[in-house]
């Protein structure tokens, strides 16, 4: 996968969470109203598993997730921890498999161009696997396999 490298980041990184959130709510079009975990089936892909970890009002804290072997108990990848921002319609990338948050891999808030383009690289992940995503028609039900609506 290509980078972008665009020459106003903090703009076009907001652009990009814009685009995540609408794109996350095409695949799961009840996002929103979901209070649990669920999962996204499909015939031809890999099962695709959101974890609800965290809810408030005005926000949502998931991790969307594929399992490649079938087990969920085994390692998913690629558990990106998403923050969704209900009222200004944005999701952004906590951290992912591979990548820590943030505020972990920069201790020093004085780094905000490396914060900057690390954010970047999370969320342009995420847009081209949305993207991915979206080429297949998932069905979302609740782990008890009810449909959800």
């Not at 799961?28 to 209070?35: A, E, V």
């Not at 998931?62 to 085994?74: A, D, K, R, V, W």
């Not at 948050?101 to 995420?126: A, G, M, Q, T």
Request: glycine share 2%.
């Amino acid at each position: 996968m290509s980078l972008v490298h665009p020459v106003n980041t903090s703009f076009c990184l907001e652009k990009l969470c814009e685009s995540n959130y609408q794109k996350l709510l095409r695949l799961i079009p009840d996002l929103t109203h979901i209070n649990y975990s669920i999962i996204g089936r499909t015939e031809v892909r890999p099962d695709l598993y959101l974890e609800m970890l965290e809810r408030s009002h005005h926000t949502m804290t998931i991790e969307l997730s594929h399992c490649f072997s079938g087990q969920t108990h085994e390692f998913m990848e690629p558990a990106v921890k998403i923050r969704l921002y209900l009222d200004v319609n944005m999701a952004e990338v906590l951290s992912d498999h591979a990548r820590s948050h943030v505020f972990r891999v920069f201790r020093c808030p004085s780094k905000s161009i490396e914060i900057r383009d690390y954010k970047w690289k999370l969320n342009y992940f995420l847009e081209k696997w949305l993207d991915h995503c979206l080429q297949t028609e998932y069905t979302f039900s609740d782990q008890n396999d009810e449909a959800v609506a």
